[in-house]
Structure formats: structure tokens, C-alpha cells
């Protein structure tokens, strides 16, 4: 009987034939923690009793999530990372590098087939680029760090496949939250999802890494796409190293078959206070906002820069509006600056942030009042993530996060289509 | 942490003499599914690892502010679907192991949060928790695969304990299976 692409993935890092539900101790390809996690990935390493990482040129540290550092606390822990990192000799990322879902596969620490564990939940991201990649707690990753293994649990895989073309001003980002509507934010608890269909070969990489990000919003491990000439032509530029694609075999076993049309898709919105909560931008109603926010390792590429600049140009974003931009990465920063969105950004009333995390986790750059909503293009909306419990979250594609800035209001992108072909 | 888990152990394996004596009262949650890590610990205070006392002073604050003065040590937590989805921050289980908690009850669990709570020996019960209300006595023996509703009288089935997860229990946590075995010792 075939296999799917997590069995094979992990039969090959275990060094023997394992299947769903299997459990298996594999070898990890890469690993990594960001600031929110690494203190307490160090605090458990020192206890382990070993001297030294397994293989110091397999894990990073990445400053992100809170960076440049808001209070004494935070700046406590990204000393003791720097610290760390340079008693090991492992690499940092510091402030103003980037969120570390765009840096790790931006920057070619993985690659096609490789196995890799990042404490934090969003790991799931490199499946867009056939990587097993999952998120896991700071103790597990340190484990991980002293032995270059941990133990798996081999899922069972849901089959999705996506048909159609995606209207002018509908993205990736509006067929997962369609997708995660459909499964439910616990629909897919312990179990890999394997995306296919020709919308998903049809979309760029940075896409697909918005697809595979959202993964864990319903409960899934992984969220795995098939490498195509896309896909190795992207590593190639990235990853010095041989990447090692893997199909599922015909006659794989998929414990669920989902399948979704997109051609009359309509733009997608999540609202408070859940990821599954969501509506057609049609039936949303009048939905004032305080605050705008574009980036973060969902939709902070360079594709999204873009597609908000060209809303942008040339008008001002609406005096109520408060708008922070965060490129979600250095790269992406300079890449933007060079074609010119970040100056479109700046003249229309955007405030743009240090690449990072910014907004998204609440610890600053952005903290919400009592009583305001922002639309974000983020990937989480619980009540309290952007920092203040007595604030709402709408979730929604780069697009829609900026038609919705310039009209004070929740709106739909598709009045600018023009401008978006 | 190895002396918690035992103190459990000890108390479940107690549980046939004197059942009463045993059990500890449940600490039901007002948001039933769902409760992600966000809402255990805040992104706020995350970063807040050096005192953990402080972070369990800040449970479920964002949606019930008034819920961990009421947790007292021994205290079993009861939830319903997809409890600890989200985030994958270990203070979570951390802050709610601080807290107090010796157990926590759910209709199912988000995958990282599985993995993190038994990882620092903060044991994970699968089971029907429709039928408990906060402040019942609650007895579990994980060997029989029962939960004991001692106040309502009932006995509900959980689902078994993983092998795995036992024996991560048994030793205290993952960090002492790895320091007492020198590696993963699951057989």
C-alpha cells in the first residue's frame, strides 16, 4: 500500500517503514526557537546534562517576536539568547533580521524533504516547500537541540485539493480561511493535510507559505504541498543544499478527502475571536476599525507589499485609521523599498515597523484600546492576542486589510481590481 | 517535579481505600471549547518566564479575570474540546502546573499542548467532561481508565493514557527520561 508524503517523510528520517500512527524517533534536519520561546529552551538545555548542542550549524534563535525589546524583561531574554548563542557558537537572528517563518526558508536553512521542529506553533509554514515542519514546546525543542532527534507520532493525512482560478483580488490567504471555516479549528487535531489541486499550482511560493501557515489553525501538524518545478527552482535559489522532494505514493491512504472550488470565492474575513469564525466580506456588515495592520508570517511578503501598495498609491489612508506596516523580513524590506511601496506606505499615512512579529502577539508596536477593532492580516484573532482583552480582531488578506484602511471600515478589495490584475 | 507526579500516583493508587480522602475538587472553565494558550497565559506576560508564581497569578485572564484566585493546590482543571489550540508556549502548562493544578480534564487536546504538559509532568486526561461542575471531588486512576465523579456518583471512561505519556510521567518529565536514560527509553 502507497504512503503519503508525512509517512514517507518520517520513514526516512527514522531509518525504517513506519505508518500512520506509528510512533517513531527520527533524526531533525533543522531546529529553532524564537524570543518568546529560546528562554526557556536554554533554562531546559542547562538541565539536560549535556555540554554542548547536538550539531550547532542545525539550530537558530531568532529575536522576533518582541523586537526591539519594549521593557526590561524582554531585553533580559534576548541577552541571555545573544549570550547563549555565542557560548555555543549557534546563529541569532536579532532584532530588525525578520520573523523567523521568513527567514528559515528565505535564508535556505531548509529545504525540500528535510524534517525540522521550531518552537512556535506556526513551524508548519516550510510544508508549502515539502518540508515536514511542525511546532513544538521550548522543553521538546531542547531535547532536540541536545540529541538532534525527538520522537514522532506518525499522523494520518487529510487530502485537500483545491479547483479553479481565483478571482482578481480574492488570495491564498481567502481560501484558507475558507478552508479552516469548512474544517473547523479542531478539524484536523493530530493529522497532517496534503494541499493539492491547480489553484495551488497556480499560486507563487510566497502563496503557498501563507496556505501552509494557517495549517495549525485547525489543529493540524503539518500542512504539506508536493514539490513542483516552482517549488525546486525557489529552494535552488535559497538552499545551497540537495533538496530531496517527496511525493505521496498512488494509492496513499488519506484518512478524509476535502475538495473546494474557488472561481467565485468571494474575499474572506475571520472574525472575534476565533479563526474559524468566518463570513464573505458580502454579508460582513458596516464594521468600523481603529487600526489596520500588514505583515506578520502569514502575510508579510513581498507579494503582499505589493498587492497593498498598489491599493495605496497615490490616496491617504483614512484619518481614523491607524496603519502599521511590517515586512516580514530585512530582505523584504529592501526588496520593497527598491520597487518603491514602502515610499507609496509612508506618503499614505502608513506607519512602518521594524520587520518582526510587530502587532501580532500583543507585547507592542501596536496595542489596541478598550472598545477598538483592527483588521489584520495576521493569523490569529483570540480575544486579547493583540494585547488588550476589551479589543477586536478581524483577520482578513492583505487586500482587503488595505481597501479596509482607506475606507475607515471593513471593504471589499474587489472595487480595486483594476489595480490588482 | 518528580515528588508532584508521585503525589498523584500515590493518591490514585490510595483511591481503592479510601475513596473520599483522595479526590480533589474541579475547577470548571466558563468557555468550554476552544480555550487556546493565549487565554491560559496572555502574550503579555509570556515573556515573564523568571517567575513562574507570577504567571500563574494571570491564568485565563483574558476571559475570566476572576478564575485563579479561586485554584487551589491539588486542583483539577475541566475544559471541553481542543483545550491549549494556539500557541505553542510551554508556560501554559507551566503556569497552570504552578497554579496548582494536579490534572486537567478535556474532551480533547490541541496537539503542542499534548506534547508540552506531559513533557513537564502535568498529567492530561481524555474523557467526557460534560458531566462535572465546578467544585466537585474528582478521583483518577489511570491504570483503570476511570475518572470518578465522586459528588455525582459517576464513573466515566477516559481514553487510555498513551504508553509514551506514561512513562514520561512516571519519570518526572522529559527532561529527567532523557537524564536517566541518556536518550528516548519508550520500550
Known amino acids: ?421 | 517535579m518528580k515528588k508532584k507526579v508521585k503525589k498523584i500516583v500515590r493518591k490514585v493508587e490510595a483511591l481503592h481505600v479510601a475513596k473520599r480522602a483522595q479526590t480533589h475538587p474541579a475547577r470548571r472553565l466558563i468557555v468550554k471549547d476552544n480555550v487556546n494558550t493565549d487565554y491560559v497565559i496572555s502574550g503579555r506576560y509570556k515573556f515573564k518566564i523568571q517567575d513562574p508564581k507570577e504567571l500563574a497569578r494571570h491564568i485565563f485572564e483574558d476571559i475570566d479575570p476572576a478564575f485563579a484566585a479561586r485554584v487551589s493546590a491539588g486542583d483539577i482543571l475541566v475544559a471541553g474540546e481542543n483545550f491549549g489550540c494556539g500557541s505553542s508556549r510551554e508556560q501554559a502548562p507551566q503556569a497552570l502546573k504552578v497554579a496548582g493544578f494536579s490534572a486537567v480534564l478535556a474532551k480533547s487536546f490541541a496537539r503542542i499542548f499534548y506534547r508540552n504538559a506531559f513533557n513537564i509532568g502535568l498529567m492530561l486526561i481524555e474523557c467526557n467532561t460534560s458531566f462535572f461542575d465546578d467544585g466537585d471531588e474528582v478521583a483518577i486512576d489511570i491504570e483503570r481508565c476511570k475518572v470518578d465523579n465522586v459528588s455525582k456518583g459517576l464513573s466515566i471512561d477516559m481514553k487510555p493514557v498513551p504508553r509514551i505519556m506514561k512513562r514520561l510521567l512516571d519519570d518526572g518529565g522529559v527532561i529527567e527520561h532523557f537524564r536517566k536514560h541518556g536518550g528516548f527509553k519508550f520500550e
Open chain 1, 1 to 421: 500500500m502507497g504512503k503519503t508524503i508525512a509517512e514517507k517523510m518520517l520513514s526516512a528520517h527514522a531509518g525504517k517503514d513506519v505508518r500512520a500512527g506509528d510512533i517513531a524517533v527520527c533524526d531533525v534536519d533543522f531546529c529553532f526557537g524564537q524570543d518568546g520561546t529560546s528562554g526557556i529552551i536554554i533554562d531546559s538545555f542547562n538541565k539536560l546534562g549535556v555540554n554542548k548542542p547536538f550539531d550547532p550549524a542545525k539550530f537558530f534563535m531568532i529575536i522576533d517576536h518582541s523586537a526591539p525589546s519594549p521593557n526590561i524583561g524582554v531585553s533580559a531574554i534576548h541577552k541571555k539568547m545573544r549570550e547563549f548563542a555565542k557560548a555555543f557558537d549557534v546563529g541569532l537572528y536579532d532584532i530588525g533580521c525578520g520573523v523567523c517563518h521568513q527567514l528559515i526558508p528565505q535564508n535556505g536553512h531548509v529545504t525540500c524533504g528535510d524534517l525540522v521542529l521550531g518552537a512556535d506553533s506556526h513551524t508548519c509554514t516550510y510544508g508549502a516547500i515539502n518540508v515536514f515542519s511542525t511546532g513544538v514546546g521550548s522543553t521538546d525543542l531542547a531535547i532536540t537541540l541536545a540529541s538532534g532527534k525527538n520522537w514522532f507520532k506518525v499522523p494520518e493525512t487529510i487530502k485537500v485539493t483545491v479547483r479553479g482560478k481565483l478571482p482578481p483580488g480574492v488570495s491564498s490567504k481567502d481560501v484558507i480561511l475558507n478552508i479552516i471555516k469548512d474544517i473547523g479549528s479542531n478539524g484536523a487535531t493530530y493529522k497532517a493535510v496534503e494541499f493539492y489541486g491547480q489553484t495551488i499550482d497556480g499560486m507563487s511560493v510566497d502563496s503557498r507559505l501563507t496556505m501552509s501557515n494557517m495549517a495549525v489553525e485547525m489543529g493540524a501538524k503539518a500542512g504539506i504541498m508536493a514539490a513542483d518545478r516552482k517549488t525546486l527552482k525557489w529552494v535552488s535559489k535559497t538552499s545551497k543544499r540537495q533538496p530531496r522532494p517527496v511525493a505521496a505514493d498512488p494509492g496513499a491512504r488519506y484518512c478524509a478527502h476535502r475538495e473546494y472550488s474557488v472561481d467565485r470565492l468571494s474575499p474572506q474575513i475571520a472574525k472575534p475571536h476565533a479563526v474559524d469564525n468566518v463570513s464573505s466580506v458580502d454579508g460582513i456588515g458596516q464594521v468600523r476599525i481603529d487600526q489596520a495592520f500588514l505583515g506578520t508570517c502569514t502575510n508579510g511578503r513581498l507579494e503582499d507589499m505589493e498587492v497593498a501598495a498598489r491599493i495605496l498609491k497615490g490616496r491617504n489612508v483614512h484619518p481614523e485609521v491607524k496603519f502599521i506596516v511590517a515586512p516580514a523580513s530585512r530582505e523584504i524590506f529592501l526588496q520593497a523599498a527598491k520597487k518603491g511601496f514602502i515610499d507609496i506606505f509612508a506618503k499614505s499615512g502608513c506607519a512602518v515597523v521594524a520587520p518582526g512579529c510587530g502587532p501580532c502577539v500583543g507585547t507592542h508596536n501596536g496595542v489596541l484600546a478598550d472598545g477598538e477593532v483592527a483588521i489584520s492580516t495576521a493569523n490569529r484573532n483570540f480575544k486579547g492576542r493583540m494585547g488588550n482583552p476589551n479589543s477586536f480582531i478581524y483577520l482578513a488578506s492583505p487586500a482587503t486589510v488595505a481597501a479596509s484602511a482607506l475606507a475607515g471600515h471593513i471593504a471589499d478589495p474587489r472595487e480595486y481590481k483594476k489595480r490588482l490584475r
